[in-house]
């Protein structure tokens, strides 16, 4: 089944950067679409980046070119560099794979903060 494991989160000050990673398995990763969602506190889950199996990518507004999505296939691990952070980009980010739209991570947690 799908499997995918998010990490790299953690407490950064505005204007700071942080690289998330997902780890994918249980399926042929290489010919699926990825995908990071962000769920904040008392909001819906909502799409952030998405990248295709062809390496086309595709970005929510609000990420105004400070974020970029990349995917390594031979180590089956699609990337968020997310650069000038906001206290607004605080949230849980989640991969999803396109294989599954309903399968979840455990997310990580980003927190932006003075």
């Known amino acids: 089944q799908v499997q995918l494991v998010e990490s790299g989160g953690g407490l950064v000050q505005p204007g700071g950067s942080l690289r998330l990673s997902c780890l994918a398995s249980?399926?042929?990763?290489?010919?699926?679409?990825m995908s990071w969602y962000r769920q904040a506190p008392g909001k819906e889950r909502e799409l952030v980046a998405t990248?295709?199996?062809?390496?086309?990518?595709n970005y929510a507004d609000f990420v105004e070119g400070r974020f970029t999505i990349s995917r390594t296939n031979v180590l089956k691990t699609v990337y968020l560099q997310m650069n000038s952070l906001k206290p607004e980009d605080t949230a849980v980010y989640y991969c999803?794979?396109?294989?599954?739209?309903?399968?979840w991570g455990q997310g990580t947690q980003v927190t932006v903060s003075s």
């Open positions: 249980g399926f042929t990763f290489r010919i699926y679409g």
């Open positions: 990248i295709s199996a062809g390496y086309t990518t």
């Open positions: 999803n794979a396109h294989v599954n739209r309903n399968s």
